[in-house]
């Protein structure tokens, strides 16, 4: 169950930084309501993505 959870996960944020590259910007609103998850699982996926560099929040 993790390994599905994981690949979600991964899923997900490459779905996110696919996003940021159509759209240049986005909000945590934003992405809740396109995903149907919580702000807070946005912001975690968010932190994750800056953290291995791959955005830079504002």
Known sequence: MKENNNLYLIER???ILNLLKE???VTVKDLSN???IS???VRNDLKELARSGKIIRT
Do not use: A, I, S, Y
């Open 34 to 36: 396109f995903f149907k």
């Open 13 to 15: 944020q490459n779905r």
């Open 23 to 25: 759209r240049k910007r």
């Open 39 to 41: 702000e807070v699982t």
